[in-house]
């Protein structure tokens, strides 16, 4: 049987995660600055929208439409990109994906490749399995950079580096660079134009020297087979045009049935993501260009058993925008990597559970990650009702057994008004002795709420002392 890898070692249950990271202040700190920055940005380019409602609408009619005729729109895909001179290989999971591109790196003679920034390379470990065989990926995007110069995981799905500061950043800089090529300058500061000139100097000389290429892809339009990647740097367009080798890896899930889907989807995700009208680059490709030698990589990886479940198969609409991580209180204060995987916040606490499984009790305690405040579905562009989804794998999570024992004790209780009563005088008169802290199963609800005091006097009790209130 495959296993499903998510580029995160799944070990301690959130909770106690999010336990660690709320007690780096700093931390708090960074996240706080950075996400309340993006969604006002956000929201102030939504605002200008004269129909953005009618444009959230279309985008999720599209990616429910895609999703239900997946398998056609593939196989169109397929066809047209091998039309176009390029090459399909299909993945069912990660090690497969990554042995496929590691075959493919080793056929040209190259032992190094430059990298777009990219999850699905991220989901399946790709840069761990490709140094097992000998070949170094570099990763360009200066998020993506920072992590990697620092020995790092990614905190957020837009920005990966999301946790750190300036003032670190010029550390992770000044101490690793050198490791990876290109040094930075001896009197480096943390001023942000200091910063990217250095990384601009230390990545520039990498694009210039590395033959191979390996991208993800934000779209796959299955009645061209281009491909489309919108970014802000102009890093990845060199990853993309300079090599003479292109490798995509692609989730099944990003394919789009028709050019002009694309007019949606580029109101869409740079507005929900980076709070602006347009990305700086939006770079596209068809196929084998310019005598460039592209591969395309379709990704499974767990993603057709979602397809299958009716409830949760939503969170493929997903456009990785990040959107809903930007306006979550939970992933405001613990960051990205108390979710032990490289999809955090809401949509990573019901996309991993599906992909992953509910095997660990990381992934079984993920759908709690959450206050069900809906405001991640309020600015999800392709309207992913993530509550429902979240409270859907909350009942497969737990063990069923105490639920069902204290429903149907509550029945019991409830079906009387007389048994409510003596209850609740008893339970006015026994207070002192309830616990803070359920027994045994039950426990796992006071892990992280309290208890309701129980009060001295019953509603009922009140109401006919002072008759309804009057004395």
Not at 54 to 62: F, T, V
Not at 255 to 282: I, K
Not at 315 to 333: D, F, G, K, M, T
Request: glycine residues 8%; proline residues 6%.
């Amino acid at each position: 049987m495959s296993v499903t890898f998510l580029g995160m070692p799944a070990t301690r249950p959130f909770p106690r995660n999010a336990a660690r990271a709320l007690r780096d202040s700093q931390l708090r700190f960074n996240l706080r600055k950075a996400t309340r920055t993006i969604r006002a940005r956000r929201a102030s380019v939504v605002a200008e929208a004269p129909d953005w409602a009618g444009l959230r609408e279309a985008g999720r009619a599209i990616k429910e439409h895609t999703l239900r005729n997946l398998d056609r729109y593939l196989i169109q895909l397929e066809e047209a990109v091998t039309a176009a001179g390029g090459h399909v290989h299909w993945a069912a999971d990660a090690a497969e994906a990554n042995r496929i591109v590691a075959d493919l790196v080793k056929a040209t003679g190259e032992t190094e490749v430059v990298k777009v920034k990219s999850m699905a390379t991220q989901e399946i470990g790709l840069n761990e399995a490709l140094l097992e065989q000998g070949i170094t990926a570099y990763e360009t995007d200066l998020a993506e950079l920072i992590v990697q110069l620092g020995d790092d995981r990614p905190s957020h799905i837009l920005v990966p580096a999301i946790h750190r500061n300036r003032a670190e950043i010029r550390e992770v800089f000044a101490e690793h660079m050198a490791d990876w090529g290109r040094p930075a300058p001896d009197d480096l500061t943390d001023d942000p134009a200091a910063l990217a000139e250095a990384a601009r100097l230390h990545l520039r000389e990498r694009f210039l020297k590395t033959k191979v290429a390996i991208s993800g892809a934000n779209f796959a339009i299955a009645e061209t087979g281009t491909l489309v990647v919108l970014e802000s740097e102009g890093n990845g367009r060199m990853c993309l045009t300079l090599p003479r080798t292109l490798i995509s890896v692609v989730g099944i899930e990003k394919v789009l049935p028709a050019w002009r889907d694309l007019e949606v989807f580029l109101q869409l995700l740079p507005r929900s993501s980076t709070g602006e009208r347009m990305n700086p680059y939006t770079s596209t490709w068809t196929g084998a260009t310019e005598g460039q030698e592209f591969h395309l990589v379709l990704l499974d990886n767990g993603r057709t058993g979602v397809l299958a479940d009716e409830v949760g198969r939503q969170a493929l609409r997903c456009i990785r925008c990040s959107a809903c991580l930007n306006v979550c209180p939970v992933y405001e204060r613990t960051g990205g990597h108390a979710y032990g995987s490289v999809y955090p916040g809401p949509i990573g606490a019901i996309l991993t559970p599906q992909l992953r499984g509910m095997g660990s009790e990381l992934d079984r305690s993920l759908p709690y990650a959450s206050s069900l405040c809906g405001a991640c579905y309020e600015v999800c562009p392709v309207a992913i009702d993530i509550p429902s989804v979240l409270v859907e794998l909350r009942a497969r999570a737990h063990h069923p057994w105490p639920e069902r024992a204290g429903m149907a004790a509550a029945g019991w209780v409830f079906e009387r008004s007389g048994r409510l009563a003596r209850l609740q005088r008893a339970g006015g008169r026994l207070r002192r002795f309830v616990p803070r802290r359920l027994p045994g199963p039950l426990a796992g609800w006071t892990d992280t709420r309290d208890l309701p005091e129980v009060p001295g006097e019953s509603f009922r009790e009140w109401w006919d002392r002072t008759d309804g209130g009057r004395r």
